[in-house]
């Protein structure tokens, strides 16, 4: 799944971001772009739960696909 995430500026935030989505049931593989402001989550973790650990984290999900 590709989320589109708002508010990460720098590598931390990155960082943080992974751990979030990481720390999710389901999650196998998580990889995220500063750049494109975007991750990309394998597994089968439900939507509703990655963004919720998003917003936790400080940040917010404005779209996915």
């Given at each position: 799944m590709?989320?589109?995430i708002r508010g990460m500026t720098c590598q931390h935030c990155v960082q943080t971001?992974?751990?979030a989505l990481?720390?999710?049931p389901g999650v196998t593989n998580v990889e995220v772009?500063?750049?494109e402001?975007?991750?990309w989550v394998?597994?089968?973790a439900p939507l509703e739960a990655?963004?919720?650990a998003v917003k936790k984290a400080g940040y917010e999900?404005?779209?996915h696909a």
């Open positions: 590709e989320l589109v971001v992974k751990k990481s720390g999710v772009s500063l750049e402001e975007k991750a394998e597994g089968d990655l963004a919720e999900v404005v779209s």
